[in-house]
């Protein structure tokens, strides 16, 4: 993933975290807030709970991975944080539940 796709500040994470809008599932906990930029911007964020940093990192990558094929572009920026359930599925469901989430499929879980 560019760097220019990656939110790296303290600031930039808490004002979206704050300000933003949220959206939820069993999987993902997502926060997104509109940005200046024509593109969208991620922080991915895994628990220590989760496991130990190898399978973290494993979780990162992959969505990462997940991103970069999908190419969701609505000049937004993302929080996406990992819940324990994600260990339980394969790359497919984690695909397709986190697309669905961030194109708005799941409007009914959303949260403001």
């Known amino acids: ?8 500040k303290n600031e930039e994470i808490s ?6 809008k949220k959206i939820t599932n069993k999987y993902y906990v997502i926060y997104y807030k509109d940005n200046e930029y024509k593109h969208s911007r991620y922080c991915i964020s895994v628990s220590k709970k989760l496991g130990k940093a190898n399978v973290r990192n494993l ?5 990462k991975d997940i ?3 999908n190419n969701i572009n609505y000049s937004y920026d993302y929080v996406i944080i990992l819940k324990q359930a994600i260990l339980d599925i394969n790359y497919e469901n984690m695909k397709n539940n986190l697309i ?3 194109k708005g499929e799941q409007k009914w879980k959303k949260s403001y």
Do not use: D, E, Q, S
Not at 1 to 8: D, E, Q
Not at 15 to 20: D, F, P
């Open 15 to 20: 004002n979206i975290v704050k300000t933003g």
């Open 1 to 8: 993933m560019n760097k220019k796709y990656i939110i790296r």
């Open 100 to 102: 669905g989430l961030m």
């Open 59 to 63: 979780f990162k990558r992959r969505i």
């Open 67 to 69: 991103l970069m094929k």
